[in-house]
C-alpha cells in the first residue's frame, strides 16, 4: 500500500493534466488508475467513490478529491506553490484562472467538427495572442523576475508553461512576438522537477487524437 | 473615497451574484458600478481596468480582481469563511465547485433557445436531485451539525443557500425529498447579515428576466 497519489481519469490528458503537471512539478510520485470502458466509470460512480459522480478524482491524504480546481488548489497550498500571503495568491488564482479558460479553447480544438474548425482555429489563436500571452509577457517585463509571481515558483508558472507548449502544438510559431514567454519556457522547462517531466517515458500525456476521440466519448456519453 | 469594494458589472446577477453574497455575508459594505451598454464595457477596457478584457472585476484592497473563483477565494479567505486549515479548504473547494456547476446551469437558463428550455430545465431539475443536492443532505446528516464543514459558517454554505434557492425559482418544491437541506436553509436564511440580504431594498438581484437577456446580449 503505498502513500501516493492516486489518479483515475481516462489515459489521456482532458481535466487531469494540470494535475499530473503539479504533482511533478511538486516532485510527487502519483499513481495513476485508468477508466478504459464506460463499466470502469459506473463502477466508480456506484461504490461511492466519485462525490458528484465525475472524475477527475484523486485519492490523496485520506481524501478522495474531485473537481479540478479544488484538486489544484491543494496540491499547489500543501507543495507551497501557492505564494507567500493571501495577496500573491490572489494573483496566482487570477493567472491560472484565466491559463484554465485558454486551456478548455485549446483543447477543444480537436473536437470540432470540420466545418467549425477553421472558426474555431482562428479565435483560439486571436484569444491566445491578443488577449491572454500579453498579461503574462507584461507582467515578466513589468517585474523583470523569473517567475510569474513573488519570484517563486507557483501554480501560475507550471500552468503557465503547460499552456504554451499546448498552444504551440496547435501552432507551432504562436510565441513569436512573446519573447519573455519564449524564454520563460525555456527557462521553466529546465526546473530539474518538470525537465523531467518533459521527457519521454514520464506520465505526462500526449495530445488527443482524432482516432482516440469515439473511445473517450464512448466512457462518458 | 472610499475603501468599500467596488463591484463592476451588469445589472443582474450573472456571475457577480456569488460574489455580492459572500461580501454581503462578511458583512461587508460594497458599491456597484453598472456596465449597461457596450460602451461600458470598451470604457473600462480601453481603461486597461479589465486583466483579460472580462467582467467580474471587483476593486478590492488595492487590486483590480477578476476572476470570479479568485475573487471568491480572496473574500472567503480574508474574512474567515474559507475553514481553518488546508483539509478543511479542500471540502469547502470541492462543495463550491459543485454548486458552481449548478448555478451555472440555471444561470444560462434565460440564454438558451427557446425550444430546448424545457428539456434544459428538466436537466437542471435532475442534476439537482440526483446529483448535487443528495451530497449536500449527507454531508449534513454525517456529521449532524449545523454547516457543511468545520462546525463554523463558510462560503459553502453560503453558496449552497444561494444554489438553494435558485433551484426554488426553477421549482418551488425541489427540495421536498431533502429535509435536512430545508433545514439548513431555514437556519442559515437567519443569519443576520445574510436574513438582512435577504430582504428588498438589499443589493441582491432578481431573476434573470427577458428584459436583462436583451440587455446583457447588447453589451457582451
Not at chain 1, 494535475?19 to 511533478?24: E, K, N, P, Q, V
Request: hydrophobic share 40%; charged share 30%; glycine share 6%.
Amino acid at each position: 500500500m503505498s502513500g501516493k497519489p492516486k489518479l483515475h481519469y481516462f489515459n489521456g490528458r482532458g481535466r487531469m493534466e494540470s494535475i499530473r503537471w503539479l504533482l511533478a512539478a511538486a516532485g510527487v510520485e502519483f499513481e495513476e488508475c485508468f477508466l478504459e470502458t464506460k463499466d470502469d466509470l459506473t463502477k466508480l460512480q456506484k461504490d461511492g467513490s466519485l462525490m458528484f459522480q465525475q472524475v477527475p478524482m484523486v485519492e490523496i491524504d485520506g481524501i478522495k478529491m474531485v473537481q479540478s480546481r479544488a484538486i489544484g488548489n491543494y496540491i499547489a497550498a500543501k507543495y507551497n506553490l501557492y505564494g507567500k500571503d493571501l495577496k500573491e495568491r490572489a494573483l496566482i488564482d487570477m493567472y491560472v484562472e484565466a491559463i484554465i479558460d485558454l486551456n478548455e479553447l485549446l483543447m477543444m480544438h480537436t473536437f470540432q467538427p470540420e466545418d467549425k474548425k477553421q472558426q474555431h482555429f482562428a479565435n483560439l489563436v486571436d484569444k491566445a495572442t491578443n488577449r491572454y500571452f500579453p498579461v503574462y509577457e507584461k507582467a515578466l517585463k513589468d517585474h523583470g523576475q523569473d517567475f510569474l509571481v513573488g519570484n517563486q515558483l507557483s501554480k501560475a508558472d507550471v500552468q503557465l508553461l503547460e499552456s504554451l507548449l499546448m498552444a504551440e502544438e496547435c501552432k507551432p510559431d504562436i510565441l513569436d512576438k512573446f519573447p519573455l514567454l519564449q524564454s520563460f519556457k525555456a527557462r521553466i522547462s529546465n526546473i530539474p522537477t518538470i525537465k523531467k517531466f518533459l521527457q519521454p517515458g514520464s506520465q505526462r500525456k500526449p495530445p488527443l487524437q482524432e482516432k482516440d476521440l469515439q473511445r473517450v466519448m464512448k466512457i462518458f456519453h | 473615497m472610499a475603501g468599500k469594494p467596488k463591484l463592476h458589472y451588469s445589472n443582474g446577477r450573472g456571475k457577480m451574484e456569488s460574489i455580492r453574497w459572500l461580501l454581503a455575508t462578511a458583512g461587508v459594505e460594497f458599491e456597484e458600478q453598472f456596465i449597461e451598454k457596450k460602451e461600458d464595457l470598451e470604457k473600462l477596457r480601453n481603461d486597461g481596468y479589465l486583466l483579460f478584457q472580462q467582467v467580474p472585476m471587483v476593486e478590492i484592497d488595492g487590486m483590480k480582481m477578476v476572476q470570479t473563483r479568485a475573487i471568491g477565494s480572496y473574500i472567503a479567505a480574508k474574512y474567515n469563511l474559507y475553514g481553518k486549515d488546508l483539509k478543511e479548504r479542500a471540502w469547502i473547494d470541492m462543495y463550491v465547485e459543485g454548486t458552481t456547476d449548478l448555478m451555472g446551469m440555471i444561470m444560462y437558463l434565460p440564454f438558451q433557445p427557446a425550444d430546448t428550455k424545457e428539456k434544459n430545465l428538466a436537466l437542471i431539475i435532475e442534476r439537482a436531485t440526483t446529483r448535487y443536492f443528495p451530497v449536500y443532505e449527507k454531508a449534513l446528516k454525517d456529521h449532524g451539525q449545523d454547516y457543511l464543514v468545520g462546525n463554523k459558517l463558510s462560503w459553502a454554505d453560503i453558496h449552497l443557500l444561494e444554489a438553494i434557492l435558485m433551484a426554488e425559482e426553477c421549482k418551488p418544491d425541489i427540495l421536498s425529498a431533502f429535509p435536512l437541506l430545508q433545514a439548513f436553509k431555514g437556519r442559515t436564511s437567519n443569519i443576520p447579515t445574510i436574513k438582512k440580504f435577504l430582504q428588498p431594498g438589499s443589493q441582491r438581484k432578481p431573476p434573470t428576466d427577458e428584459k436583462t437577456v436583451a440587455m446583457v446580449k447588447k453589451i457582451y
